[in-house]
């Protein structure tokens, strides 16, 4: 049985910095592109940032500058640093990946989500 497993969440003031990671577990033969989403209060959840295999990256345009996607192959890893947080990005953050594993080709996978609150 695959898992994501997302820590690193919490509350910090504007202008803070917060690293959210999400570890992937359970039969996994290799994980393809992986990534963060997120749902703010009222709205739809949406890209965050994205890191093929290859380490290739893309961000939505509100983040970019300030968050940085990274990961670790070797421990089945995502992270995102997040720097001079803002108010706006005040949401629930979930861990997405496409994996191969006993279970299956290129399935994806959620987390159960972290939240974040930057208070103003």
């Known amino acids: 049985q695959v898992q994501l497993v997302e820590s690193g969440g919490g509350l910090v003031q504007a202008g803070g910095s917060l690293r959210l990671s999400c570890a992937a577990s359970?039969?996994?033969?290799?994980?393809?592109?992986m990534g963060w989403y997120r749902r703010a209060p009222g709205k739809q959840r949406g890209l965050v940032a994205r890191?093929?295999?290859?380490?290739?990256?893309n961000y939505a345009d509100s983040v970019k500058g300030r968050f940085t996607i990274s990961r670790d192959n070797a421990k089945n890893t995502v992270y995102l640093q997040m720097n001079s947080l803002k108010p706006e990005d005040t949401a629930v953050y979930y861990c997405?990946?496409?994996?191969?594993?006993?279970?299956?080709?290129?399935?994806?996978?959620w987390g159960q989500g972290t939240q974040v609150t930057v208070s103003s």
């Open positions: 890191i093929t295999s290859g380490g290739s990256t």
């Open positions: 359970g039969s996994i033969f290799s994980i393809n592109a």
């Open positions: 997405n990946a496409d994996i191969n594993s006993q279970t299956g080709w290129g399935s994806n996978y």
